[in-house]
């Protein structure tokens, strides 16, 4: 029987950070639709670069987390100091995404075929984010703590509740989309968001099992008792 190698948390949690903020950035560039997770803040960015060109994917991203946080607080009634770490990651991934947009800005994608590649390669790049977040201690960026504070505290599988947020997250993308750029307009919001709505749960779930059965997570440093997260 083969021994697993060893994959540290914290690495798992930068090398998630890279691989989310280029997965989306990709998304970006294929056009299909954002990730029904980033949509909501990709919307944001549309909209308020129109008028402060300053404003970038990443800052609307850190700056949406920053107010979704707030209503965690507000709804667990508890507030516990691990939880400013999220906005930290936020900010981060904010930072990680600007670079990687403009990366991604360099490809020249021609046709249909070079786009939906670019479109899966971005979706698959996400999922494998967001599963190696899951697989750290440091808390992850503010969606991905909503899902693991409500899986925690319902008992509810986690891929469950992940669906169940992406989905929730892709109708409030649709709503600012027609609120923001008229009725029966789709910006940033298309049938990629739909597939990815759909699917990424599962294929997180499959990402995840596949990290497990190739490593063993341990901690690399003594500090999981400094983050009081769920």
């Not at 930068?14 to 998304?27: F, H, V």
């Not at 930290?88 to 991604?104: C, H, S």
């Not at 990629?192 to 690399?220: P, Q, V």
Request: aromatic share 14%; net charge neutral.
């Amino acid at each position: 029987m083969n021994k697993k190698k060893i994959f540290f948390t914290e690495a798992a949690y930068i090398l998630g950070i890279i691989a989310l903020a280029g997965g989306t950035a990709l998304m970006e560039q294929a056009d299909f639709g954002m990730s029904m997770v980033v949509a909501p803040a990709y919307l944001l960015h549309l909209k308020i670069s129109r008028y402060i060109p300053a404003f970038s994917f990443g800052m609307a991203e850190y700056s949406l987390q920053a107010v979704l946080l707030l209503l965690l607080f507000l709804a667990l009634r508890k507030f516990r100091a691990a939880y400013l770490f999220s906005f930290v990651t936020a900010v981060l991934y904010g930072l990680t995404l600007d670079a990687a947009m403009l990366l991604v800005d360099c490809l020249s994608l021609h046709g249909s075929a070079a786009r939906i590649v670019c479109y899966l390669a971005g979706m698959l790049l996400c999922a494998l984010g967001i599963s190696l977040l899951f697989h750290t201690y440091i808390p992850p960026e503010v969606y991905e703590l909503i899902v693991k504070e409500i899986s925690a505290k319902t008992g509810k599988d986690i891929n469950l509740i992940k669906t169940c947020y992406d989905c929730l997250s892709c109708l409030a993308g649709i709503l600012l989309s027609f609120s923001f750029f008229g009725l029966w307009h789709f910006e940033g919001v298309k049938w990629g968001t739909i597939l990815c709505a759909l699917i990424n749960g599962f294929i997180i779930s499959r990402c995840s099992k596949a990290l497990e059965a190739l490593f063993d997570f341990r901690d690399a440093f003594g500090l999981r008792e400094k983050f009081d997260i769920a």
